[in-house]
């Protein structure tokens, strides 16, 4: 892969040079200018990629860069990021933008953000030339062809018209293909972006909630507190509940598969989706009564169901029917499918269905014809995450005024004891639990205290490490710890390499993985480590050290069941 050009304007040095270290990893070329003549210069004698420019310079601002910058006809469409400290106010980000902004990046600069970003706007600039480059090559293949076809004779002009239809026919798979990847590519990269941010508003969640509990906990009883206090912890779990639609679009959230028989869930759940639709609505089954059980988290699926059947509803303004059917089909099946035995799971509306423009967008995040403060716009595409994440697909067919089906395909179960059975939570209360020394390691640093404070109000010992490097020098100093609570997204060593160093050289320490998603990597031996999602409560945290305590005292390894607490 060519490194591109990446112009960096700023006036400070450094700042350039804090720029030119955040960016230097992607690994292009990174060029500096320190006022508006020289930027101008590196676009005159080189093809830039992205440009990152400061608002506020002494010679010439930030604005009148851009705007002398997009009269250039080479560079109309380069991707220019504002860097700014000030100047971030509505109207100046909107003349910003009117400047020929594509974007802007708040100081202090969050070095993960600017490099997402910059990397974006390089990898969509490398494609572009990329389909420049072909688009010519094709081009000239044309031009050569058409004057071959023009230099032969009249006994050739047949096969000149069929090699024209032949052509605009390729011409149309051509633009079809490329519609296809760029939309591919579009819902890739808002999956990454998405699924970076529910992770990061995953960590303060936890802070919020767990302080917010521990408040409740310690203010004296007073009517009027208890009831903000109970305002804010709800609105925090709405926060908590949003992001998991995220990490289900973005294909982060973390699953719990297992063989689940369809129709035993579907009846656990008919009156819930019943009292959900209201009156009007008529529901109707057509499932297959030898139905093989299916691979999927039983909680997302019935999570999913309700989202449709609650579309399904809201596009039947006067009321219909809702049909679900389930049945292993290997006929109509996604191309997209790896081999193997799937179950097609469809709910269909006779509502007022969708245009193709609408349908074309249904599956993104926020995406919504319903009016203001009616939905988010996460429902179906928290659908389409969980059927991608699941191995398996989703299909949208729908037409105007013909209603809509959605199908789920999943794939079918071929270990029906895919994952071991939850303890009992009256074992896990019965686990005496002793004053522990607990090990908090996480770089958020309102996590790691929140974390803390929670252990200490369970009556343990908690030491809190912001990093994994001096968590193990903890241990190596021999300190008595009982425990260890880790994050696993962490600069220099990650939760998970942690984990496998201290079960190399401290057998029998327990380890519990604390995670804003899941990312863990494709290790068999950390393929059951006990896991928390955040956010947490306290009771769940409890619930953790209990099993991971228990586990100790039995010997017989939780680390090998993969139990999972928290809201994921």
Not at 371 to 391: D, E, F, N, P, R
Not at 420 to 434: I, K, M, N, T, Y
Not at 465 to 489: F, P, W
């Amino acid at each position: 892969m060519n490194p591109v050009n990446i112009l960096l304007v700023d006036d400070q040095p450094a700042k350039l040079l804090s720029y030119e270290v955040v960016l230097q990893e992607l690994g292009e070329n990174l060029m500096k200018a320190q006022s508006g003549r020289e930027a101008l210069e590196h676009l005159l004698r080189n093809d830039i990629a992205v440009i990152l420019v400061d608002v506020c310079m002494p010679e010439q601002d930030g604005f009148e860069l851009v705007r002398m910058i997009r009269e250039h006809p080479r560079y109309q469409n380069t991707a220019i990021i504002f860097v700014s400290a000030v100047m971030m106010a509505e109207p100046d980000r909107l003349r910003g933008y009117a400047a020929g902004a594509v974007d802007y990046v708040s100081v202090p600069i969050v070095p993960d953000v600017l490099r997402a970003k910059v990397r974006v706007f390089a990898d969509l600039y490398r494609k572009t030339r990329e389909l420049e480059r072909l688009n010519g090559e094709l081009e000239v293949r044309v031009r050569e062809r058409t004057a071959e076809l023009e230099a032969s004779s009249n006994q050739l002009r047949r096969f000149n018209e069929e090699l024209e239809q032949r052509i605009d026919q390729r011409t149309k798979e051509r633009e079809e293909a490329l519609a296809q990847l760029f939309e591919a590519q579009k819902l890739d990269t808002i999956g990454h972006l998405t699924g970076g941010v529910a992770h990061d508003f995953n960590n303060l969640l936890m802070a919020v909630l767990g302080s917010l509990n521990l408040l409740k906990k310690r203010l004296p009883p007073d009517q009027k507190s208890e009831r903000l206090l109970g305002n804010a912890i709800q609105a925090a779990e709405r926060g908590a509940s949003l992001t998991q639609r995220l990490l289900a679009f973005a294909r982060r959230q973390e699953l719990k598969p297992r063989a689940v028989d369809f129709s035993q869930l579907f009846e656990s759940i008919e009156d819930l989706l019943g009292k959900s639709l209201g009156p009007g609505v008529d529901v109707r089954k057509d499932i297959a009564t030898d139905l093989p059980p299916l691979l999927v988290d039983s909680n997302q699926l019935e999570l999913a169901l309700l989202n449709l059947f609650v579309n399904a509803r809201d596009a039947m303004m006067g009321g219909g029917t809702i049909t679900v059917s389930a049945a292993e089909d290997a006929r109509s099946r996604p191309t997209s499918l790896a081999p193997g035995r799937y179950i097609k799971i469809s709910v269909i509306d006779n509502g007022e269905g969708m245009d193709e423009a609408t349908a074309a967008r249904a599956t993104e995040p926020f995406f919504t014809t319903k009016g203001l403060g009616k939905g988010t716009g996460l429902g179906l595409s928290m659908v389409h995450g969980l059927a991608a994440q699941s191995g398996g697909a989703l299909s949208l067919s729908t037409a105007k005024g013909k209603g809509t089906t959605v199908s789920l395909w999943l794939p079918v179960a071929q270990d029906q004891s895919t994952l071991a059975p939850s303890p009992e939570s009256s074992s896990l209360a019965s686990v005496a639990l002793r004053s522990l020394n607990v090990l908090v390691v996480d770089d958020d640093a309102l996590v790691c205290m929140g974390t803390a404070a929670m252990l200490e109000d369970m009556g343990h010992v908690a030491t809190e490490t912001s990093a994994a490097a001096a968590a193990l020098q903890v241990l190596a100093a021999g300190e008595k710890v009982d425990l260890v609570i880790t994050d696993h997204a962490m600069p220099g060593m990650t939760g998970a390499e942690l984990a496998r160093l201290i079960f190399t050289s401290y057998p029998g320490l327990p380890v519990i993985m604390a995670s804003g998603y899941a990312e863990l990597p494709d290790d068999q031996e950390l393929a059951g480590l006990l896991r928390l999602t955040k956010p947490f409560t306290q009771q769940q945290l409890e619930a953790a050290v209990r099993l991971a305590i228990a586990d100790v005292a039995n010997t017989a390894g939780a680390r090998h069941y993969g139990f999972s607490f928290g809201t994921g």
